[in-house]
Structures are given as structure tokens and as C-alpha cells.
């Protein structure tokens, strides 16, 4: 018997994980969203995919994540790793992107380009006083 993905509870996880209130993921939705239509919104088994990806744009988290993840399942997993000689097999669990690593590289794209925005402002900051120092 396969066991049914719960698409509204994984987008509350998530969100809960981030410290993200339902109200901040409304506003972020658009105008047309309020806390109370988020609250339905994770009661739901299953999101539209449209929906789904602009969610998945939100919080940065990837589509696959609300898709897959499965919290018995994961559980199951680890219960099982520490069993007597009891081995996981990845391969079993369709997870295909690990959620914590995007948010981890996105958050490192986030810095590169801070980085690169600091040194491009220093660097315009150079150039404006050798032009002062000229006059």
C-alpha cells in the first residue's frame, strides 16, 4: 500500500522550519491571500502545480520537496538505521533533491552576489574619487 504525499502539511513544515508566519507567506502570495486562506491551503492533500511553484518560489524550496517528502517514510528510515545491522537504501526513497542543500546553495548564491554588489560599490567609490581628486 502506497502511502499518500500530504502536499499543505509539507508546505506548513517547511514554512515552520524557516520561521515563516502564515500571514508573511499570504502577503508573499499576493494581494488575493490572507492567513486564513493559507490555513486551508496546508489542510490540503493535494496543490495545483501553478500554485505549488509559485509556493515553491516563496520559500525557496523546491517543488520536489512538498512533492515528496513523506514524514513516515523518513522516520521509518531513520527508526530502521539504528536497528541491529539494519541498512537504508537512498535509492528506495524517490527523494531526488535534498531540500536542506538548496536552501543551503541558495543562500550561498545570496551572499556571492552581496559580495559581488559590495566590491562593484567600492570599486564605483574608487573611481568617483579619483575623478574628485582630479578637479
Known amino acids: 500500500m502506497e502511502q499518500k504525499i500530504h502536499q499543505g502539511r509539507n508546505v ?8 515563516i508566519k502564515q500571514e508573511a507567506l499570504a502577503f508573499d ?4 491571500w490572507n492567513q486564513k486562506k493559507i ?5 490540503k492533500e493535494t496543490i495545483e502545480d501553478p500554485l505549488l511553484q509559485k509556493i515553491s518560489e516563496v520559500l525557496k ?3 520536489e520537496a512538498f512533492q515528496n517528502f513523506d514524514e513516515e517514510q523518513a522516520i ?5 538505521t539504528f536497528q541491529d545491522d539494519a541498512v537504508a537504501y537512498a535509492e528506495q526513497y524517490k527523494c531526488t533533491v535534498n531540500p536542506i542543500d538548496k536552501i543551503i546553495q541558495l543562500h550561498e548564491e ?3 552576489l552581496y559580495e559581488r554588489m559590495l566590491k562593484e560599490k567600492d570599486d564605483m567609490m574608487s573611481r568617483l574619487e579619483a575623478l574628485l581628486n582630479h578637479k
Open 12 to 19: 506548513k513544515r517547511f514554512r515552520e522550519m524557516l520561521g
Open 29 to 32: 502570495l499576493g494581494e488575493d
Open 110 to 112: 545570496k551572499i556571492a
Open 39 to 43: 490555513s486551508l491551503l496546508e489542510q
Open 76 to 80: 521509518n528510515i531513520i527508526a530502521n
Open 61 to 63: 524550496i523546491p517543488v
